[in-house]
């Protein structure tokens, strides 16, 4: 049990609460900015469906709800159809919108601590910093070059030929492998990164409107 992202709510409740409360907001936004590319571009998929929201129910779904009050971690997913798309170039921008909010979300919330820290208050400070982290976090662990990554999205449209993953057993197999291997190794250095860039970030508002 110890080893469950659930068991943080006995160590640290206040944590777990705004760990899964920015999680699900930053989530959402990511996955309303492919839904609001697409359907600016000419794809009105996602926003048939209903994706135009924050509701996390319809962005993330029960399973995926639960496996982030679980373990931590979590995924959202918008449906867009490419061919609806008039441009090659509006498909990068589709698959990097949600990266693009996520940078956007974090200085955001990167200003929000710079003023939580210069009026003193711990606890919003805390909050907002987290926010910045997280999403620095989701933004580069999303640039991944692999599937189902919008790293790899985007390169997909860039690479025609890369989408030969896609369509085999083999290439779907290597791609699933690849992105567990990088998920495994790669998660601690994206965090490092992560953490590094939001310190770097907050520092130079506070410097910026000092």
């Not at 760990?19 to 359907?39: D, G, M, N, Q, T």
């Not at 291997?181 to 490092?192: K, L």
Request: with cysteine.
């Amino acid at each position: 049990m110890n080893n469950l992202f659930l068991y943080k709510i006995f160590e640290n409740p206040q944590l777990y609460g705004s760990w899964a409360v920015l999680i699900v907001f930053s989530v959402c936004c990511h996955e309303l900015s492919h839904a609001l590319a697409a359907k600016w571009l000419g794809d009105s998929t996602a926003a048939d469906a209903g994706h135009i929201t924050l509701n996390p129910l319809k962005q993330m779904g029960w399973t995926a709800l639960i496996l982030l009050l679980l373990l931590g971690i979590t995924w959202g997913q918008v449906p867009v159809n490419p061919r609806r798309l008039t441009r090659k170039g509006f498909r990068v921008t589709v698959s990097l919108a949600g990266v693009l909010a996520n940078f956007l979300l974090a200085v955001i919330f990167a200003i929000f601590a710079a003023i939580a820290i210069r009026a003193d208050s711990h606890l919003l400070a805390n909050f907002f910093t987290l926010g910045t982290l997280l999403n620095l976090i989701l933004a580069l662990f999303n640039l991944l070059p692999v599937p189902p990554l919008d790293g790899f999205a985007a390169l997909r449209e860039i690479f025609p030929h890369l989408d030969r993953f896609n369509t085999t057993e083999f290439g779907k197999g290597t791609m699933l492998f690849l992105f567990f291997a990088v998920f495994y190794f790669g998660v601690n250095f994206i965090y490092n990164v992560g953490l590094a860039a939001a310190e770097s970030l907050i520092t130079f508002i506070m410097v910026l409107f000092a």
